[in-house]
Nanobody, 118 residues
Framework: QVQLVESGGGLVQTGGSLRLACAASGSTFDIKIMGWYRQAPGKQRELVAD??????TNYRNSVKGRFTISRDNEDTMYLQMNSLQPEDTGVYYC?????????????WGQGTLVTVSE
């Protein structure tokens, strides 16, 4: 299994920046993909960005050019968020995908709140 802990959320004004971090522990050597999801009040959880073990990245269109996902080793993932907008407000969750033979192959953190004020 993998345990995930997010940090770095907070309150920021429109146009500001935040850097989220996700610390992973446990069977991190088996992680295939890590990603950031967010959930705004009253909306479904959505993928923000993800990154494979080979460093290939994928972003939702609305954050391209503003957000950057990265991993510095097996254990830590980041999301640099620039030019934040009110529509970026939500709880941001770290996600990790393991091989399917794990009983829990999809792991989630508890989330960190990002609030962008107008």
């Amino acid at each position: 299994q993998v345990q995930l802990v997010e940090s770095g959320g907070g309150l920021v004004q429109t146009g500001g920046s935040l850097r989220l971090a996700c610390a992973a522990s446990g069977s991190t050597f088996d992680i295939k993909i890590m990603g950031w999801y967010r959930q705004a009040p009253g909306k479904q959880r959505e993928l923000v960005a993800d990154i494979t073990t080979r460093g290939r990245t994928n972003y939702r269109n609305s954050v391209k050019g503003r957000f950057t996902i990265s991993r510095d080793n097996e254990d830590t993932m980041y999301l640099q968020m620039n030019s934040l907008q009110p529509e970026d407000t939500g709880v941001y969750y770290c996600n990790a995908i393991l091989p399917s033979y794990y009983s829990q192959f999809e792991c989630w953190g508890q989330g960190t709140l990002v609030t962008v004020s107008e």
